[in-house]
């Protein structure tokens, strides 16, 4: 399964934007690119994911290098409860190679100050 | 979107014993994957329950120790035998969405089931 290397941890002062960087530099061409967080004492929730373009929703945005070898998370306005663990993951996007299933690497840890 | 209910949402059992997870989906999804956070950890894969046949079982893992069963496109249970202290984790179901996009699009998460083995 292809690698992706996330910080251990971040801070971010509350209202400020965040970026949360992710490297996988051996990403093949049918992976797609998954972030996912896990607040305290609840299950991982999906924030993203993209292919190759750049991605807009209504939680985060998300920028993709041009050789897809790393790409940002964007938390527009940090708020207290995006404090959480941030998974950066590379979901195989195959049917016929066992696709479909999310490797959990360490993530990074936010942390929002007030 | 799919809405997973886990049960039990935690429990503690002694040493010995075995204790099955149940994971019931809102809608029919395509697959269903079974993860194990252990204390301050990530999570890590334990399988891929197929519906109708044998769980695929990631390295580690084995179908002795993580029984599991998906009778249906809605349902799925795991066991986890003869537990042990180390045994001791959050146990955690997702499923894929449905439609099309199933092996790319978003996977859902339910709660957990915190799992105490004294």
């Known amino acids: 399964d292809a690698k992706t290397t996330q910080p251990n941890s971040m801070e971010s002062n509350e209202e400020e934007p965040v970026h949360l960087p992710c490297n996988h530099s051996?990403?093949?061409?049918?992976?797609?690119i998954h972030w996912y967080r896990q607040l305290p004492s609840q299950g991982p929730e999906y924030v993203i994911h993209?292919?190759?373009s750049n991605v807009n929703n209504r939680m985060a945005s998300l920028a993709i290098a041009e050789d897809r070898k790393s790409s940002t998370l964007i938390l527009h306005r940090a708020t207290l409860r995006d404090a959480a663990v941030y998974y950066c993951i590379l979901r195989d996007g195959s049917l016929y190679n066992q696709g479909g299933k999310l490797i959990f690497g360490q993530g990074t840890e936010l942390s929002v100050k007030p | 979107s799919a809405v997973i209910s886990q049960k039990p949402s935690r429990d503690i059992c002694q040493r010995g014993t075995s204790l099955t997870i149940q994971c019931q989906v809102d809608?029919?999804?395509?697959?269903m994957f079974w993860y194990r956070q252990q204390p301050g950890q990530s999570l890590t894969l334990i399988a891929t329950a197929n519906q109708g046949s044998e769980a695929t079982y990631e390295s580690g893992f084995v179908i002795d120790k993580f029984p599991i069963s998906r009778p249906n496109l809605t349902f799925s249970t795991l066991t986890v035998s003869n537990m042990s202290p180390e045994d001791s984790s959050i146990y955690l179901c997702?499923?894929?969405?449905?439609?099309?996009?199933?092996?790319?699009?978003?996977?859902?998460f339910g709660e957990g089931s915190r799992l105490t083995v004294l």
């Open positions: 997702s499923v894929t969405g449905t439609g099309n996009r199933w092996n790319t699009g978003e996977l859902f």
């Open positions: 809608s029919q999804v395509t697959m």
């Open positions: 051996t990403i093949s061409g049918t992976d797609y």
């Open positions: 993209g292919l190759t």
